[in-house]
């Protein structure tokens, strides 16, 4: 087979939040152009690698549905706005962080995003996009936290469901952020994409490629987005691709039992070692030793507190030990309406399963 | 040419119109009713110089404080007794009528619905073979039936009385014998039975006084009563019986009688012989009996007629109240002593509080306000009965033509009974609907004549012919032949002979039929659910026109008058969504006065008077600058500046607890022209209505997900908030305040986690602008209770749980359960006024009112729906990536079943959603008016496939119109990436998200009350009740072999009182918990015998 091309035939910007290319990629036999188009697609249009806007504090706003003075729009209005305006990270930015941004203006003036004071390592992609009026005499003051990327630490850790502009969950994130209100983010920068096949139906080889177009809102251009997607693809595939599988040759007869034998060796300490990775990831916070496996294991039951307090802890969700665990004796006191009587007994309860409350 | 009327009446003009005629001469022909003499004591009324007072409370303060928007009726009164004294008295506080047509009573906007019911007068009818009756329908008073039965017996009928021969009646009013059959003309059967033997007009009255006693007897024991009532007072006295003029209009009409004058009001005893002759020629198959389904025997009573007889009951009552005290005061008589507005005040807070008419408004969004005010009701007093109603009175006449809708009407019980007006309709001074043609003239349209309204009696004898028929530019009919509509009939008429064409195409729809576009490819049913559901369409954060509509968008924007209209013109020269200030510049010297309001109020600041050259003076200068700037020279004249302030409320609410947050359509230094909005609200965007979304509609099923209606949607809906609506929800609570013990406000709460009261201040109310979530507290509450001695068992599960026994019962307010959102408003009400200061608060505090307000996404189990009764509920939210796509990659947004379509017969839908596909790709909006056949054949699908073809050729996607199926499309699967086996019908639809959403529905149950009577748990989500088990579970639950859930459901959680009671101890008691038999599962018991299964309860 000839090499593999890769080239961009046509790009332009349409609009400066609608950037438009179309790739050649190919040849592929006919049937892998198939496969591959429709991967990319399905791949492109579930990115979600762009930064946005998540949360906003307006001085003079408690809740969406407050009036500024002097602004021409409502702060639900304002949000809705918010929501819509695209930035660009560079190489610097940092992932997994909040960054934050301002907004001071004085009217009259027309507020875009170009007033917008930014961290270092983010751009505005159009500046002129439109944010708010304000009138004479009055200003508008934001504090505004963009995030990239929210699924790692957003949907994966909790229940969390797309919810409204409310978010309705008091999760721990948002308690800790001091941000009033809270916008659902689209992190996703691809707008569209379309797949086609381009075939070379020459009658000796039948040789089909690839044609990509792909629609972006221009905080990536296309190429990048694509570049990007093929990475995490094949990090994924590198992820779980097994080395010692290539030492297994069938023509070794003799040594197939043996090589077999090694092989499932590897595999074993192959998965273990990808596994751990998954459970460190994925639960970064919680299980970290298996000394604290055991203590999830063990619920409140088996303390043989007493009923109200039995009551009380698992009106607060604290339903096993390890959960009892984290939770520092003072707020148990003051915030859980626990006596200093069952406090004790609790103490010395743990005791008896080598742990004692902080 | 003259394709639309120019003409277009104001859609509220209906109630508005009924309700100035009111307060013009209605209010005055009642006044002149009461008449006041006792004892020598006269009283002298003067209703010429009635005077309606200023409301005190603006519109949004009634709303606000929950206070009725009226105004004083003060009239002056003289009394002419030992002393003569004239003052000006306050009869009552009438209920006014807003300018969007509706009433605040009691802070809450309602309406008053039209009725229609039968005019009052005589109506034949045939009952069986043979026997006919005669029904005289009096305006006040019982109804008469003159009946000949199969024995050939005349008699009279009354409602609760025995039957009276009808002849024998009449001779009793005097008519001898001999004249009675002269008077008939025609032979009376079995004149021995009807006439009977008389010798003289006694004889006569003895015989019915027999039968009358007959029914005294019956009633009351009492047959000397002094107050008893005879059969002659019911039909012959004013005072019981009251024809109207209509009614003697209608009578002597249809008797050919003009000696009787219109001011008798009662029936006469010619009237009787009349009838009696009327039914024999009847019977003698001589005349025809009557129809009284024909609109012309109808009559519609719109609000200000029914405020007006309900107003006029007041009165009298009022003039018994002033008799009574007249003959009770003695010394100190005065006028202010003996009148009081109560008698009127009460019978209108009545009539507006109990009458059926009056409903609670329908506030959905605008289309379903303004529907609510043209709708007719047959229900109601003096109507029809909803269980009794028979098919002929619902069905549809063909005299509604262009004056009721035959589309629009309820599903169920009250199907045919509650109508709304077609859009043309008016009432005449009579009470009958009319609505307007073009006369025709020799085959030629006078459109220069002008617009004739015709009632339904009036069309009886003409040849009328539909709008949409073929015509000329200059208006001459095109064919021979036409169809048209005479005498009710549908007949072909040459065109010579037409009359009458009607004015528009739209002309029999009413308002929200006549928005669905291509309605007339729609089968009739869908059609009245689609016109039903657009009025549930709940207002959207962001509108969107439609692509496809019928051009009367517009229309129903302007005549709603919801938005904020602009007071004068001027410049604006601050602009924020809290306050608005128009500045202007003036020539007359008259001051402003507008009431301040605390919400919405325009206040005027006088500036400085100057004198400057008109022409000379900078605008710009003016508005930006203070007014120290302006320099003028030349004296002109006096100009003074005025700066109008309009402050705006942050969110308009409604009775359904759809809320919209205002939208300025303005720009600050913009120029306004009066009464031009200044605010859009509800569901309106570019000044027309906008109720939906307009979607990317795939006809195909998706694994099943689209089955049974079911509708499977892009997460990109969710995402970009593209149906997200806004709720508010309102929570009052009152503070008692008893002598023994009043409740108090705290923060302090026993048994309750600092986390819980985190939100609240420090008076335990809770905080603007905190996230609430259900179960959790808004005002913190307790009662103070006496101390009881404790029974040991009570004592001993305090010991067990830890508890103290309280000196306070918590009855704080906290949010219901599954209810969340955010806290916008806090008010506080005391004994008298508003309290603005917080130091204030604990004091005197009454009442504390509290506004959530909450965002809600769409999501599965929301119901959505297009506009061609094409509903469906959300089963499943895709993912975009998910979602089929067309050829030039764009993700479909909703998917809907294509067997959806064939058997409800909406095509319309079809052809909606295929020109909205050419609308998106050739940018262009369409307004289609429903019955284009008139253009020429097939017009609808050829415009539609012409401007696909338009849309292929203009943006080159070749795609959009396939020669070989044209109007449907290959998309593709995103699963694989291969297009499916088979073209699909795509485009864009408008789809609507209604306002039944899960979220207010989801409701729990674990455990909760029982019914006293029955023991089985209660019924709906109110009463927090259960979902019940029924025969066809219970065979789910034993076809599972789930036998501890049955044991459960059909002991414990039914009727198994004794057991039920003791489940909690031995929960707690941690005891196995002992089951009864109860006949519940001794049913399941038989039932499982009857299966010849033996089992059998052993000890």
């Given at each position: 087979m000839e090499n593999k091309l890769f080239s961009c035939i046509e790009s332009r910007l349409r609009g400066k939040r609608n950037y438009y290319s179309r790739f050649y990629i190919g040849p592929f036999l006919k049937n892998q152009a198939f496969l591959y188009s429709n991967v990319l697609r399905r791949v492109l249009l579930s990115d979600s690698s762009n930064i946005v806007i998540t949360a906003v504090n307006i001085v003079g706003a408690k809740h969406e549905y407050s009036l500024l003075p002097g602004v021409r729009e409502s702060s639900l209005d304002l949000l809705l706005n918010l929501k819509e305006l695209v930035f660009v990270k560079d190489i610097y930015t940092k992932f997994n962080k909040s960054y934050f941004a301002y907004l001071k203006s004085n009217g009259p003036k027309i507020i875009r995003c170009s007033d917008i004071i930014l961290p270092n390592t983010i751009y505005a992609v159009d500046s002129t996009q439109y944010i708010a009026t304000i009138s004479n005499n009055k200003s508008l003051i934001l504090k505004m936290k963009l995030t990239a990327n929210l699924l790692n630490n957003f949907y994966s850790n909790l229940n969390y469901e797309l919810n409204s502009l409310l978010s309705y969950y008091t999760n721990d994130i948002l308690e800790k952020t001091n941000f009033s209100l809270i916008i659902d983010p689209n992190f996703s920068c691809v707008n569209k994409v379309n797949s086609s096949l381009i075939s070379l139906d020459n009658l000796e080889n039948y040789n089909d490629s690839i044609s990509l177009e792909v629609w972006t809102n221009s905080s990536y251009s296309p190429r990048i987005i694509i570049q990007n997607s093929i990475k995490s693809m094949v990090n994924l595939f590198l992820s779980i691709y097994d080395t010692s599988f290539i030492d297994i040759k069938l023509e070794n007869s003799d040594n197939f039992l043996e090589n077999h034998l090694v092989s499932l060796s590897n595999r074993a300490t192959f998965f273990k070692k990808s596994f751990f990775n998954i459970c460190t990831e994925f639960n970064t916070v919680k299980y970290k030793t298996s000394f604290d496996k055991n203590l999830t294991l063990i619920s409140i039951d088996e303390l043989d507190l007493s009923i109200y307090s039995k009551f009380l802890l698992k009106r607060h969700n604290i339903l096993t030990l390890y959960d009892l665990f984290k939770i520092d004796k003072r707020v148990l006191e003051r915030f859980y309406n626990i006596s200093y009587k069952t406090l004790q007994s609790i103490e010395r309860k743990m005791v008896k399963y080598g742990t004692v409350n902080k | 040419m003259y394709i639309t009327p120019l003409f277009f009446p104001n859609l509220l003009k209906l109630q508005r119109k009924s309700f100035l005629t009111f307060l013009k001469y209605g209010i005055k022909k009642e006044i002149k009713k009461l008449d006041i003499t006792k004892n020598k004591k006269k009283l002298l009324v003067y209703p010429n110089l009635f005077q309606l007072n200023l409301p005190t409370y603006t519109c949004n303060e009634c709303v606000i404080t929950s206070k009725t928007y009226n105004c004083e009726l003060v009239i002056p009164i003289r009394l002419i007794s030992y002393k003569d004294e004239i003052e000006w008295i306050t009869l009552t506080n009438i209920p006014i009528m807003t300018n969007k047509c509706n009433f605040i009573t009691n802070g809450s906007p309602r309406v008053i619905m039209s009725q229609i019911t039968r005019a009052p007068g005589i109506y034949y009818h045939k009952e069986n073979e043979n026997t006919y009756y005669a029904d005289i329908i009096a305006e006040r008073g019982n109804w008469l039936r003159i009946e000949i039965d199969k024995k050939n017996n005349i008699w009279m009928k009354v409602k609760k009385v025995p039957k009276v021969p009808a002849l024998m009646f009449l001779q009793a009013l005097g008519v001898t014998k001999s004249n009675l059959i002269k008077l008939l003309k025609y032979p009376i059967p079995n004149q021995n039975h009807n006439l009977?033997?008389?010798?003289?007009q006694k004889e006569a009255l003895e015989k019915i006084e027999l039968y009358s006693q007959l029914e005294s007897s019956i009633n009351s024991r009492n047959l000397k009563n002094q107050n008893k009532i005879t059969i002659f007072d019911r039909f012959m006295n004013p005072k019981y019986y009251d024809l109207g003029t209509r009614g003697r209009i209608q009578i002597n009409k249809k008797f050919n009688?003009?000696?009787?004058?219109?001011?008798?009001s009662t029936l006469t005893s010619k009237d009787f012989i009349l009838a009696v002759h009327f039914l024999l020629k009847i019977k003698y198959k001589i005349e025809e009996t009557d129809d009284i389904d024909n609109l012309k025997n109808k009559r519609v009573k719109i609000a200000g007629e029914l405020i007006q007889s309900q107003f006029g009951i007041g009165i009298l009552r009022l003039q018994k109240y002033v008799k009574d005290k007249l003959g009770n005061i003695k010394n100190n008589l005065h006028l202010t002593n003996i009148f009081s507005s109560t008698p009127i005040n009460t019978t209108l807070a009545e009539f507006f509080g109990v009458n059926p008419l009056s409903q609670f408004m329908d506030e959905v969004n605008p289309l379903a306000t303004l529907t609510h005010k043209r709708r007719l009701s047959s229900?109601?007093?003096g109507g029809v009965n909803r269980d009794t109603a028979t098919l002929t009175i619902r069905s549809i006449h063909?005299?509604?033509?262009?004056?009721?809708?035959?589309?629009e009407t309820p599903e169920g019980k009250n199907a045919g009974l509650v109508n709304s007006f077609a859009l043309f309709a008016e009432i005449n001074s009579e009470g009958l609907i009319e609505t307007p043609f073009f006369r025709v003239c020799n085959g030629r349209i006078?459109?220069?004549m002008g617009i004739n309204y015709l009632s339904a009696n009036q069309e009886d004898k003409s040849n009328i012919v539909p709008f949409d028929i073929k015509k000329s530019r200059i208006g001459f009919l095109s064919k021979n032949k036409i169809a048209a509509r005479i005498k009710q009939q549908f007949k072909e008429v040459s065109k010579k002979k037409v009359d009458f064409i009607s004015i528009s195409q739209l002309q029999m729809l009413s308002v929200a039929t006549s928005l669905i576009p291509f309605m007339e490819h729609n089968d009739a049913n869908r059609v009245l659910m689609g016109s039903n559901m657009q009025r549930q369409a709940v207002p959207l954060l962001k509108t969107e026109c439609c692509l496809?509509?019928?051009?009367?968008e517009t229309k129903i924007f302007f005549d709603l008058q919801d938005n904020v209209k602009s007071p004068p013109n001027g410049f604006i020269s601050y602009l924020s969504l809290k306050k608005i200030t128009i500045s202007n510049i003036r020539n007359e010297h008259k001051s402003f006065n507008f009431k301040s309001n605390p919400l919405e109020t325009i206040t005027c600041i006088k500036s400085k008077s100057r004198n400057f050259n008109r022409l000379k003076y900078n605008l710009k200068d003016l508005l930006t600058n203070s007014k120290e700037s302006l320099k003028i020279t030349n004296y002109m004249s006096y100009v003074r500046e005025q700066k109008i302030q309009y402050y705006i409320k942050q969110y308009n609410s409604s009775n359904q607890g759809t809320c919209s947050v205002n939208r300025l359509t303005l720009n600050e230094g913009q120029f306004i022209i009066k009464k031009n909005p200044l605010i859009s609200g509800l569901s309106s965007c570019r000044n027309e209505l906008a109720l939906g979304k307009n979607l990317f509609v795939g006809y195909i099923s998706w694994k099943g997900y689209n089955f049974e209606d079911a509708i499977v949607l892009n997460e990109q809906l969710v995402i970009n908030n593209i149906y997200t609506s806004t709720h508010l929800e309102k929570f009052e609570t009152e503070i008692k305040k008893n002598k023994e013990n009043s409740e108090i406000i705290t923060r302090d709460i026993k048994n309750i986690s600092f986390l819980n009261k985190k939100n609240l201040d420090k008076n335990g109310i809770i905080k603007i602008g905190s996230r609430v979530f259900s179960d959790d507290i808004l005002v913190g509450k307790l009662l103070p209770i006496e101390t009881r001695i404790l029974s040991p068992y009570r004592k001993l599960l305090y010991e067990i749980l830890q508890k103290q026994n309280d000196h306070y019962r918590n009855t704080s307010l906290r949010v219901p359960k599954y209810k969340r959102g955010r806290i916008t408003f806090v008010d506080y009400i005391k004994d008298k006024g508003k309290i603005k200061k917080k130091t204030e608060i604990l004091k005197d505090l009454k009442t504390i009112k509290i506004h959530l307000m909450q965002n809600r996404l769409i999501q599965i189990g929301d119901k959505i729906s297009g506009r061609h009764g094409n509903k469906g509920v959300i089963s499943k939210i895709l993912k975009i990536q998910e979602m089929p796509y067309l050829n030039d990659g764009i993700p479909l947004d909703i998917l809907l079943n294509p067997l959806g379509v064939p058997s409800r017969m909406n095509i319309g839908q079809v052809l909606e959603c295929l020109l909205g596909l050419s609308c998106f790709y050739l940018q262009r909006r369409f307004k289609v008016i429903p019955f284009d056949e008139s253009f020429g054949f097939e017009v609808s699908r050829n415009f539609i496939y012409s401007n696909l073809y338009f849309s292929n050729i203009k943006t080159g996607n070749n795609w959009l119109l396939h020669p070989y199926y044209p109007g449907k499309n290959r998309i593709f699967d995103s699963y694989s990436g291969l297009p499916f086996d088979q073209p699909i019908t795509i485009g864009k639809a408008y789809i609507l998200k209604l306002i039944h959403l899960v979220e207010e529905k989801v409701h729990a149950r674990s455990t909760g009350s029982y019914s006293l009577v029955t023991q089985q748990p209660l019924k709906g989500k109110s009463k927090k009740g259960g979902q019940r088990v029924g025969e066809m579970e219970v065979w789910a639950l034993e076809g599972y072999g789930a036998a501890y859930t049955l044991h459960e459901i059909l002991t414990v959680k039914s009727d198994d009182i004794k057991s039920r009671q003791k489940v909690l101890t031995s929960i707690l008691n941690s005891e196995t918990i002992k089951f009864g038999t109860t006949e519940t599962f001794k049913v399941l018991i038989r039932e499982l015998q009857s299966l010849c299964l033996n089992i059998q309860f052993f000890k």
């Amino acid at each position: 087979m000839e090499n593999k091309l890769f080239s961009c035939i046509e790009s332009r910007l349409r609009g400066k939040r609608n950037y438009y290319s179309r790739f050649y990629i190919g040849p592929f036999l006919k049937n892998q152009a198939f496969l591959y188009s429709n991967v990319l697609r399905r791949v492109l249009l579930s990115d979600s690698s762009n930064i946005v806007i998540t949360a906003v504090n307006i001085v003079g706003a408690k809740h969406e549905y407050s009036l500024l003075p002097g602004v021409r729009e409502s702060s639900l209005d304002l949000l809705l706005n918010l929501k819509e305006l695209v930035f660009v990270k560079d190489i610097y930015t940092k992932f997994n962080k909040s960054y934050f941004a301002y907004l001071k203006s004085n009217g009259p003036k027309i507020i875009r995003c170009s007033d917008i004071i930014l961290p270092n390592t983010i751009y505005a992609v159009d500046s002129t996009q439109y944010i708010a009026t304000i009138s004479n005499n009055k200003s508008l003051i934001l504090k505004m936290k963009l995030t990239a990327n929210l699924l790692n630490n957003f949907y994966s850790n909790l229940n969390y469901e797309l919810n409204s502009l409310l978010s309705y969950y008091t999760n721990d994130i948002l308690e800790k952020t001091n941000f009033s209100l809270i916008i659902d983010p689209n992190f996703s920068c691809v707008n569209k994409v379309n797949s086609s096949l381009i075939s070379l139906d020459n009658l000796e080889n039948y040789n089909d490629s690839i044609s990509l177009e792909v629609w972006t809102n221009s905080s990536y251009s296309p190429r990048i987005i694509i570049q990007n997607s093929i990475k995490s693809m094949v990090n994924l595939f590198l992820s779980i691709y097994d080395t010692s599988f290539i030492d297994i040759k069938l023509e070794n007869s003799d040594n197939f039992l043996e090589n077999h034998l090694v092989s499932l060796s590897n595999r074993a300490t192959f998965f273990k070692k990808s596994f751990f990775n998954i459970c460190t990831e994925f639960n970064t916070v919680k299980y970290k030793t298996s000394f604290d496996k055991n203590l999830t294991l063990i619920s409140i039951d088996e303390l043989d507190l007493s009923i109200y307090s039995k009551f009380l802890l698992k009106r607060h969700n604290i339903l096993t030990l390890y959960d009892l665990f984290k939770i520092d004796k003072r707020v148990l006191e003051r915030f859980y309406n626990i006596s200093y009587k069952t406090l004790q007994s609790i103490e010395r309860k743990m005791v008896k399963y080598g742990t004692v409350n902080k | 040419m003259y394709i639309t009327p120019l003409f277009f009446p104001n859609l509220l003009k209906l109630q508005r119109k009924s309700f100035l005629t009111f307060l013009k001469y209605g209010i005055k022909k009642e006044i002149k009713k009461l008449d006041i003499t006792k004892n020598k004591k006269k009283l002298l009324v003067y209703p010429n110089l009635f005077q309606l007072n200023l409301p005190t409370y603006t519109c949004n303060e009634c709303v606000i404080t929950s206070k009725t928007y009226n105004c004083e009726l003060v009239i002056p009164i003289r009394l002419i007794s030992y002393k003569d004294e004239i003052e000006w008295i306050t009869l009552t506080n009438i209920p006014i009528m807003t300018n969007k047509c509706n009433f605040i009573t009691n802070g809450s906007p309602r309406v008053i619905m039209s009725q229609i019911t039968r005019a009052p007068g005589i109506y034949y009818h045939k009952e069986n073979e043979n026997t006919y009756y005669a029904d005289i329908i009096a305006e006040r008073g019982n109804w008469l039936r003159i009946e000949i039965d199969k024995k050939n017996n005349i008699w009279m009928k009354v409602k609760k009385v025995p039957k009276v021969p009808a002849l024998m009646f009449l001779q009793a009013l005097g008519v001898t014998k001999s004249n009675l059959i002269k008077l008939l003309k025609y032979p009376i059967p079995n004149q021995n039975h009807n006439l009977g033997n008389f010798k003289s007009q006694k004889e006569a009255l003895e015989k019915i006084e027999l039968y009358s006693q007959l029914e005294s007897s019956i009633n009351s024991r009492n047959l000397k009563n002094q107050n008893k009532i005879t059969i002659f007072d019911r039909f012959m006295n004013p005072k019981y019986y009251d024809l109207g003029t209509r009614g003697r209009i209608q009578i002597n009409k249809k008797f050919n009688n003009i000696e009787e004058t219109i001011q008798h009001s009662t029936l006469t005893s010619k009237d009787f012989i009349l009838a009696v002759h009327f039914l024999l020629k009847i019977k003698y198959k001589i005349e025809e009996t009557d129809d009284i389904d024909n609109l012309k025997n109808k009559r519609v009573k719109i609000a200000g007629e029914l405020i007006q007889s309900q107003f006029g009951i007041g009165i009298l009552r009022l003039q018994k109240y002033v008799k009574d005290k007249l003959g009770n005061i003695k010394n100190n008589l005065h006028l202010t002593n003996i009148f009081s507005s109560t008698p009127i005040n009460t019978t209108l807070a009545e009539f507006f509080g109990v009458n059926p008419l009056s409903q609670f408004m329908d506030e959905v969004n605008p289309l379903a306000t303004l529907t609510h005010k043209r709708r007719l009701s047959s229900l109601g007093i003096g109507g029809v009965n909803r269980d009794t109603a028979t098919l002929t009175i619902r069905s549809i006449h063909p005299t509604l033509y262009g004056r009721i809708c035959p589309i629009e009407t309820p599903e169920g019980k009250n199907a045919g009974l509650v109508n709304s007006f077609a859009l043309f309709a008016e009432i005449n001074s009579e009470g009958l609907i009319e609505t307007p043609f073009f006369r025709v003239c020799n085959g030629r349209i006078l459109y220069e004549m002008g617009i004739n309204y015709l009632s339904a009696n009036q069309e009886d004898k003409s040849n009328i012919v539909p709008f949409d028929i073929k015509k000329s530019r200059i208006g001459f009919l095109s064919k021979n032949k036409i169809a048209a509509r005479i005498k009710q009939q549908f007949k072909e008429v040459s065109k010579k002979k037409v009359d009458f064409i009607s004015i528009s195409q739209l002309q029999m729809l009413s308002v929200a039929t006549s928005l669905i576009p291509f309605m007339e490819h729609n089968d009739a049913n869908r059609v009245l659910m689609g016109s039903n559901m657009q009025r549930q369409a709940v207002p959207l954060l962001k509108t969107e026109c439609c692509l496809v509509g019928t051009g009367l968008e517009t229309k129903i924007f302007f005549d709603l008058q919801d938005n904020v209209k602009s007071p004068p013109n001027g410049f604006i020269s601050y602009l924020s969504l809290k306050k608005i200030t128009i500045s202007n510049i003036r020539n007359e010297h008259k001051s402003f006065n507008f009431k301040s309001n605390p919400l919405e109020t325009i206040t005027c600041i006088k500036s400085k008077s100057r004198n400057f050259n008109r022409l000379k003076y900078n605008l710009k200068d003016l508005l930006t600058n203070s007014k120290e700037s302006l320099k003028i020279t030349n004296y002109m004249s006096y100009v003074r500046e005025q700066k109008i302030q309009y402050y705006i409320k942050q969110y308009n609410s409604s009775n359904q607890g759809t809320c919209s947050v205002n939208r300025l359509t303005l720009n600050e230094g913009q120029f306004i022209i009066k009464k031009n909005p200044l605010i859009s609200g509800l569901s309106s965007c570019r000044n027309e209505l906008a109720l939906g979304k307009n979607l990317f509609v795939g006809y195909i099923s998706w694994k099943g997900y689209n089955f049974e209606d079911a509708i499977v949607l892009n997460e990109q809906l969710v995402i970009n908030n593209i149906y997200t609506s806004t709720h508010l929800e309102k929570f009052e609570t009152e503070i008692k305040k008893n002598k023994e013990n009043s409740e108090i406000i705290t923060r302090d709460i026993k048994n309750i986690s600092f986390l819980n009261k985190k939100n609240l201040d420090k008076n335990g109310i809770i905080k603007i602008g905190s996230r609430v979530f259900s179960d959790d507290i808004l005002v913190g509450k307790l009662l103070p209770i006496e101390t009881r001695i404790l029974s040991p068992y009570r004592k001993l599960l305090y010991e067990i749980l830890q508890k103290q026994n309280d000196h306070y019962r918590n009855t704080s307010l906290r949010v219901p359960k599954y209810k969340r959102g955010r806290i916008t408003f806090v008010d506080y009400i005391k004994d008298k006024g508003k309290i603005k200061k917080k130091t204030e608060i604990l004091k005197d505090l009454k009442t504390i009112k509290i506004h959530l307000m909450q965002n809600r996404l769409i999501q599965i189990g929301d119901k959505i729906s297009g506009r061609h009764g094409n509903k469906g509920v959300i089963s499943k939210i895709l993912k975009i990536q998910e979602m089929p796509y067309l050829n030039d990659g764009i993700p479909l947004d909703i998917l809907l079943n294509p067997l959806g379509v064939p058997s409800r017969m909406n095509i319309g839908q079809v052809l909606e959603c295929l020109l909205g596909l050419s609308c998106f790709y050739l940018q262009r909006r369409f307004k289609v008016i429903p019955f284009d056949e008139s253009f020429g054949f097939e017009v609808s699908r050829n415009f539609i496939y012409s401007n696909l073809y338009f849309s292929n050729i203009k943006t080159g996607n070749n795609w959009l119109l396939h020669p070989y199926y044209p109007g449907k499309n290959r998309i593709f699967d995103s699963y694989s990436g291969l297009p499916f086996d088979q073209p699909i019908t795509i485009g864009k639809a408008y789809i609507l998200k209604l306002i039944h959403l899960v979220e207010e529905k989801v409701h729990a149950r674990s455990t909760g009350s029982y019914s006293l009577v029955t023991q089985q748990p209660l019924k709906g989500k109110s009463k927090k009740g259960g979902q019940r088990v029924g025969e066809m579970e219970v065979w789910a639950l034993e076809g599972y072999g789930a036998a501890y859930t049955l044991h459960e459901i059909l002991t414990v959680k039914s009727d198994d009182i004794k057991s039920r009671q003791k489940v909690l101890t031995s929960i707690l008691n941690s005891e196995t918990i002992k089951f009864g038999t109860t006949e519940t599962f001794k049913v399941l018991i038989r039932e499982l015998q009857s299966l010849c299964l033996n089992i059998q309860f052993f000890k």
